[in-house]
């Protein structure tokens, strides 16, 4: 049993003006397992297996602002599945949501994993928050899992190891691809394109053969997927990390 950090947005606006937030399948997915996709999106065959984290770990949540980090409302009119609307609906995850920590109120040591809600709004609070900064690096560099999915990776492009360098210097990691921000007609509502960044900071990207489809990348102790489709997999890669 470990105990394990998700962090969500708090932006809820665009650069823009759009309406956004976390996005609901990545933080369902890997919190209860099984993972869909809805029907707008291009057909892809998946393989569905539990991640089933929660039943496993102690997940607390926490947010630049603390309780209540708005939801991108898309995210909820675009899933349906069992796990998204569950997630919506349960009174325990209700309860999280509303108590958040501000992530000034983190005690990093408590903690085994930290994991990163993907949506735009990362890319617009979390990327260059201190706080975040300064949290996400201590997780790093007590060697502890540093995940994040989809726009999450946005949250740790700050993130320094002990010598300083960043955390995705060398290292094999992914997100959501620059194809399919262009596909979702969103680059205008971000200050940068994460995949972009990755590659800036001097990270060995990855993505999978085909836009949209599952790609989780495990590189130590950093765990990133590339979209919705991926967050089952994240969940999956943070449950054996921290069971091997």
């Not at 609307?85 to 325990?92: A, G, I, K, N, P």
């Not at 993130?159 to 979702?184: H, L, N, W, Y």
């Not at 971000?190 to 990855?206: N, S």
Request: aromatic share 8%; hydrophobic share 40%; proline share 7%.
């Amino acid at each position: 049993m470990g105990r394990i950090l998700f962090v969500f947005t708090s932006a809820n606006k665009t650069l823009t003006g759009a309406q956004t937030g976390w996005y609901l399948p990545e933080a369902a997915h890997p919190y209860y397992g099984e993972s869909h996709r809805p029907d707008s999106l291009p057909p892809i065959e998946l393989k569905y297996v539990l991640a089933v984290l929660a039943p496993h770990h102690t997940i607390d949540f926490a947010s630049p602002k603390g309780p209540n980090p708005p939801v991108d409302e898309d995210s909820v009119r675009m899933f349906k599945d069992d796990e998204s609307v569950r997630f919506l609906q349960d009174e325990t995850v209700k309860k999280q949501l509303a108590s958040a920590k501000k992530l000034s109120e983190v005690n990093s040591a408590e903690y085994d994993a930290v994991f990163y809600v993907g949506g735009h709004g990362p890319v617009l609070d979390l990327a260059t928050d201190p706080v975040n900064i300064k949290l996400a690096s201590e997780f790093w560099r007590a060697g502890k899992v540093t995940s994040a999915v989809c726009h999450g990776p946005a949250a740790l492009v700050g993130v320094t190891d002990r010598q300083g360098a960043p955390i995705f210097s060398g290292r094999k990691a992914t997100c959501f691809s620059d194809t399919e921000e262009v596909q979702v007609n969103k680059v205008k509502d971000i200050p940068f394109l994460v995949e972009d960044r990755i590659k800036q900071l001097g990270g060995a990207y990855e993505k999978a053969a085909e836009p949209w489809g599952v790609h989780v990348v495990v590189d130590g102790k950093l765990i990133t997927g590339q979209n919705p489709a991926s967050a089952k997999g994240v969940g999956e890669a943070i449950q054996k990390a921290l069971t091997a």
